[in-house]
């Protein structure tokens, strides 16, 4: 099973090191809710887009698992939820 994908737009550090942090989920057509698994990415071009990151720079591009501790309102136009995550 696939997790959800969120880009971390706090301090990318700060998730690794376990502190809880703000992110955006990626595809709004994943249903999510508190205590769902996600996969946090750098905010970054290649976390935004489908290009592919050359292979020299891929290590800075791997999710980490993290869970979502909070959604911070559901929008209904065309922007994508907010959520808290914290590192697994």
Known sequence: MELPKVIITDNYSDFLNGKE???????DKTPVEKGTHVMGFHN?????????VPR???SHYIGV??????IEGRTTDHH???VRVIKV
């Open 21 to 27: 942090v703000k992110a955006t989920l990626v595809s």
């Open 44 to 52: 970054s071009i290649a976390g935004n887009t489908v290009l592919t």
């Open 56 to 58: 020299e720079k891929q």
């Open 65 to 70: 698992e993290g869970v979502i501790t909070e």
């Open 80 to 82: 994508k939820p907010h």
